[in-house]
């Protein structure tokens, strides 16, 4: 019989005892955490559900909607680049006209 591993085994559950208390309390901290994510995962399915929550409802994004709707390419292009050097809103100045989309 080998004495060094016996000492090993042993040392190996004195470790597993001394630290089961930290080991429980990370599990639970990963169940909490993973209960969590799941609670709120489904706010965050797709990127165009997370985008949509800034205006939805709003009369302009009723208005983009169907524009984008209708698009080719080159107008989808057009308008994401739009998008993203106005983080999706109206210069503040902007105020829409009557009959004017």
């Not at 004495?3 to 090993?8: D, M």
């Not at 709003?58 to 080159?74: H, M, N, T, Y």
């Not at 292009?77 to 983080?87: D, G, I, K, Q, R």
Request: charged share 30%; net charge positive; glycine share 10%.
């Amino acid at each position: 019989m080998n004495v060094g591993a016996g000492l090993r085994a042993d040392a190996g559950g004195e470790l597993k005892r001394a630290s089961a208390d930290e080991r429980v309390k990370f599990v639970r901290e990963i169940g909490r955490l993973r209960e969590k994510v799941q609670a709120v995962r489904e706010h965050y399915g797709s990127t165009a559900q997370l985008l949509a929550r800034k205006g939805l409802g709003s009369e302009r994004r009723s208005r983009l909607q169907q524009q984008v709707e209708k698009s080719g390419p080159a107008e989808l292009a057009s308008l994401a680049a739009f998008a993203a050097a106005t983080n999706g809103l109206p210069p503040v100045s902007w105020t829409p006209r009557k009959g004017v989309s």
